[in-house]
């Protein structure tokens, strides 16, 4: 059983590698049947789902935690680092629903990229991107999961420039790339620094454990805010979030997999997987959450002003990252952690439902040139309300029970600013969603002659997956108060703090405030929104339509800078001293060999004239010395 933990990341790896091998031998010699790329990368997430099943059943009956090292990977003087997987029900509950939300989107993008030249390049790298995020989770480790923390890292960066001919892609390509080593390389300051305590017992999670009580807790403090740094960068939190809306130049299906299910979710796993050294700095903890809720009310007011379809749902996920991130910062690693399972259902689909619509209007993003599709697009719109009211948090829809856990978790340990932020939050989520819902359903037709390209059921099919998913995944958390047995923190009973003591009447009253914020938000969105006239044309200039220009504020403090010194090291440095080293020194053997070549012209008569010398020299000598 141990060894299922290996091949649910091997799964995914090796047909990564199989297609990538197949995509070159078909470049080399001929086009190959699509077949060869499409049936293997939908089998291998299928393949770790159902491995995964079997190892949630014996974790779940036999309450074992499963530990898997087949190999030492690095030796560092005494500590052996083995390549080692650990199953427990927090790395298997991740798995289930990263494999299976992948698998829908897998499926989703076999059809959304069906007439791309490069769709067998597209699956290489979408079914690496997998593998790394499941050794992300299954490692046992930190610095095992380093390894796939960076996979996701340089897959993103392949997937969002994956259009590269146009070079803004390009751009936004190597902006993820470049941000997300700012913060990793906040994770490895932390990693290091960990590891100095870790020489004499390993360097797994079981073996930290047994050594943090004793570091010392500013450096206790100091190894929890750089490894959160990493989170800031993978998590897109203040203030290494930037990349996040730029990351919507690549393909729709790779929005859906790092918003919902990979990449973007990897941070707050890491927190919610370092429990035990966060419990030892609540200050630390407090400092996340209030990174998170500044994070999540930020993104709601940025998504307010956007048109793009997909950037609109790029800010909401950074919102609903703060919430997570509000959630594990207090200690409620279960209620963070029951965030990231609903939101990776509604989030995928939200995002699965976008690209429908763009490809029902020929890859068009703006929302203001769409409108009137509730009608030529019945599916979608229905599955795309259902994830919409998920999101916002209306009761039965399965974020409305995630969400109002944070909330009770910020109000229950008394932090009533963040409490007051995640409400608040709330009504700017509906408001911002159901305008976009309303203006591309709702709106009277932008143009009512355009043809309406038809969907086929390969996108169709995984949407209303998705869709069962937004609305029934909250239902595994029902809180006590509602009549259920919030089977998520029952499960995840080792990563749950003590028992919230909240009164009934006090947990309704938070209830019922925050469903009443939303519906406030969605009145609002409904008065502004629904059955906009397109005639007249949507103008929203000013600071928050400019995203508060903080993209212009880092290239003027951190771009031009570096451009400046760059420019001054490669004229002086590099021009001036280097360059004239080593040139001078060229001259000078050019000069020489110059000179050496005249004693090589091919002259007879020149040869012999030295040869006459030299004889002349020689015998002088011998006159002189001998007599």
């Known amino acids: 059983m141990n060894t299922l933990l290996m091949w649910i990341v091997l799964s995914p790896l090796l047909t990564s590698i199989f297609i990538g091998m197949v995509y070159m031998w078909g470049l080399k010699y001929h086009k190959l049947a699509r077949q060869w790329y499409i049936v293997p990368a939908l089998i291998s997430p299928f393949v770790s789902f159902v491995l995964a099943c079997f190892v949630f059943w014996e974790i779940l009956t036999q309450n074992n935690i499963l530990v898997y090292k087949p190999y030492v990977w690095l ?92 070079s803004q892609n390009v751009v936004a390509g190597n902006k993820a790339f470049i941000v997300n080593r700012v ?36 450096t206790l403090a100091f190894i929890g ?25 690549g393909p729709t299906p790779v929005s859906a997999l790092i918003h919902a299910a990979t990449m973007v979710t990897a941070g707050v796993y890491m927190v919610a997987r370092f429990n035990f050294l966060y419990e030892l700095i609540p200050q630390v903890g407090v400092f996340i959450a209030y990174v998170g809720a500044l994070s999540a009310f930020f993104a709601a007011i940025i998504a307010t002003k956007q048109t793009d379809i997909k950037k609109i749902l790029a800010y909401s996920t950074m919102s609903q990252l703060g919430y997570m991130f509000i959630a594990v910062g207090l200690g409620g690693y279960a209620s963070g952690v029951f965030h990231v399972f609903t939101h990776a259902f509604f989030k995928a689909l939200l995002f699965m439902g976008a690209g429908a619509v763009m490809t029902a209007l020929h890859h068009e993003q703006d929302i203001f040139k769409m409108g009137g599709l509730r009608q030529k697009l019945p599916l979608v719109h229905g599955c795309m309300l259902v994830a919409t009211l998920a999101l916002c948090g209306i009761p039965p829809f399965a974020g409305f029970f995630s969400k109002d856990q944070i909330l009770l ?219």
């Open 225 to 249: 805010l750089m490894l959160f740094v990493g989170a800031m960068g993978k998590s897109a939190q203040i203030p290494l979030y930037v990349w996040l809306p730029d990351a919507m130049a």
């Open 75 to 166: 030796s560092i003087e005494n500590v052996d680092i083995y390549m080692g997987f650990l199953g427990d029900k927090l790395s298997i509950l991740m798995v289930l629903f990263v494999s299976f939300v992948g698998w829908m989107i897998h499926i989703y993008a076999s059809a959304y990229m069906q007439d791309d030249e490069g769709e067998g390049k597209f699956f290489f790298y979408f079914n690496l991107f997998l593998a790394s995020m499941l050794l992300l989770v299954l490692a046992d480790g930190p610095l095992i999961m380093f390894i796939g923390w960076e996979g996701v890292g340089v897959c993103s960066y392949l997937l969002i420039g994956f259009y590269f001919r146009v």
């Open 183 to 218: 913060g990793d390389f906040g994770f490895v300051i932390g990693m290091v620094t960990l590891f100095f305590y870790c020489t004499d017992v390993g360097f797994d999670y079981a073996s930290i454990k047994q050594v943090v009580g004793n570091i010392p807790s500013f």
């Open 409 to 627: 978790e910020a109000f229950a340990s008394g932090h009533y600013l963040l409490w007051s932020i995640a409400t608040l939050t709330a009504g700017l989520s509906a408001y911002y969603m159901f305008r976009l819902f309303f203006v591309v359903f709702e709106g009277k037709n932008y143009n009512s002659s355009r043809h309406i390209h038809r969907l086929s059921k390969t996108m169709q099919v995984p949407i209303f997956v998705l869709a069962i998913g937004s609305l029934m995944a909250g239902f595994i958390g029902v809180p006590l108060v509602l009549g259920g047995d919030n089977h998520i923190a029952s499960y995840l009973f080792e990563w749950t703090k003590k028992s919230l003591h909240v009164e009934h009447s006090i947990e309704f009253a938070l209830m019922g405030l925050s469903v009443t914020v939303a519906l406030v938000g969605v009145v609002l969105a409904y008065v502004k929104f629904y059955r906009y006239d397109f005639k007249k044309e949507y103008v929203s200039k000013g600071i928050v339509y400019n995203k508060f220009y903080v993209d212009e504020f880092y290239h003027l403090l951190i771009v031009l800078p570096l451009q400046s010194l760059s420019s001054f090291i490669a004229s002086r440095l590099d021009i001036q001293i280097i360059d004239a080293l080593i040139m001078g020194a060229c001259r000078g053997v050019i000069k020489g060999g110059r000179f050496v070549s005249l004693l090589q012209n091919a002259n007879t008569r020149f040869y012999s004239l030295l040869m006459m010398c030299g004889v002349s020299v020689f015998f002088i000598y011998l006159i002189l010395v001998l007599g």
